[in-house]
């Protein structure tokens, strides 16, 4: 990408970190919301000029996938997931849709594919289509699944934070912190809270990594802050045995997209990280699952906000990208 010019070429470049979403449009399909749709996977190295390499520090590389639908137009936005020890994966789009998949996986444990995939429109309070709304509704960012599999869902532009219930039907509001969000750049993480009650949950804050404690039943709390390091919070998820994963993204045209993943234990201090850059496989990633590997390891699935591939009818050669990195304590 040539370095930043005027406004245009700010824009692009802002798009590029998730700034800026697509113009709002409806959405043509084939195949009707709900139905089993095929996705396209495409196979990806972990390094485009070694396509032989295999791991970063301990991080070992458990495969990565392009996806796309023939059979959709909607596959894309991806902002957050959650997958769980099954390996069912539930992805939230940020156009206030939900993708549920099964991950496929060879012989290796490999990620080799997603099957049984179904895209569904999240409601709001009366029933309609979030994305009926327009673009500063329907802008989900953050998903978490409670124990009780309530689905905890963070807006960002109109901030607030809606509560589905685990057997369908129409969401409820949900406690939100209270505090100034910084535009298009508030509650951008989320993740469950089981080691302070099944209802409670955490929101991370993308412009400068301030945590709160939430619980459907209680008002938000401040809890901290975690150390941005120039970058901004866009993920997080608790590993399994404690502790917590938190995924960092930044951008600049010389660089392209930076993604760290930095992973605490439970009294808060740095276990391990991970940090992805060109020329290795990366992109707009925003979207974090950890989740146990079988092995005593940790699996980390990384999923990309390819902001359907156009702005303002400019294509921005992004993609939607599911990595896979397994990793162990050490």
């Known amino acids: ?111 080799i594919g997603l099957a049984d995939a179904r895209i569904s429109a999240l409601k709001d309070l009366t029933g309609v289509d979030l994305y009926a709304g327009g673009q500063t509704h329907y802008d989900s960012e953050g998903l978490a699944r409670l124990a009780d599999g309530t689905l905890v869902v963070s807006f960002e532009q109109e901030d607030r934070v809606l509560a589905f219930p685990p ?59 975690v150390d941005v390091e120039g970058s901004e919070l866009v993920a997080m998820d608790n590993l399994p045995g404690g502790g917590r994963a938190y995924l960092f993204r930044s951008f600049s045209p010389l660089t392209g997209n930076v993604v760290r993943l930095r992973l605490t234990g439970q009294d808060g201090r740095t276990l391990d990280s991970l940090e992805i850059r060109r020329p290795l496989t990366v992109d707009n990633l925003e979207g974090l699952a950890a989740v146990a590997n079988g092995q005593g390891g940790v699996r980390f699935y990384l999923v990309s906000d390819d902001n359907f591939g156009v702005y303002e009818g ?17």
């Open 1 to 111: 990408m040539r370095p930043a010019r005027g406004l245009a070429t700010l824009a692009g470049a802002l798009l590029l970190t998730g700034c800026l979403t697509p113009t709002p449009r409806l959405p043509e399909a084939p195949v009707p919301l709900g139905a089993t749709i095929a996705i396209d996977a495409q196979p990806l190295p972990l390094d485009t000029t070694a396509p032989e390499r295999s791991r970063i520090g301990n991080f070992i590389y458990a495969g990565g996938l392009a996806l796309s639908s023939r059979q959709t137009s909607r596959l894309g936005g991806l902002s957050d997931l959650k997958v769980t020890p099954d390996g069912r994966l539930m992805a939230l789009g940020d156009q206030a849709d939900l993708l549920e998949a099964r991950l496929v996986l060879d012989a290796q444990g490999r990620l």
């Open 167 to 225: 057997t369908g039907g129409l969401p409820r509001p949900a406690p939100a912190p209270a505090t100034n969000f910084t535009d298009n750049k508030g509650m951008e993480a989320l993740a469950a809270a089981p080691d302070v009650g099944s209802d409670a949950y955490r929101v991370g804050l993308e412009k400068d990594g301030r945590l709160f404690l939430c619980r459907l039943s209680d008002a938000c709390v401040p809890e901290g802050q």
């Open 314 to 330: 400019r294509a921005t050669g992004q993609r939607t990208l599911l990595l896979a990195f397994d990793w162990a304590r050490k």
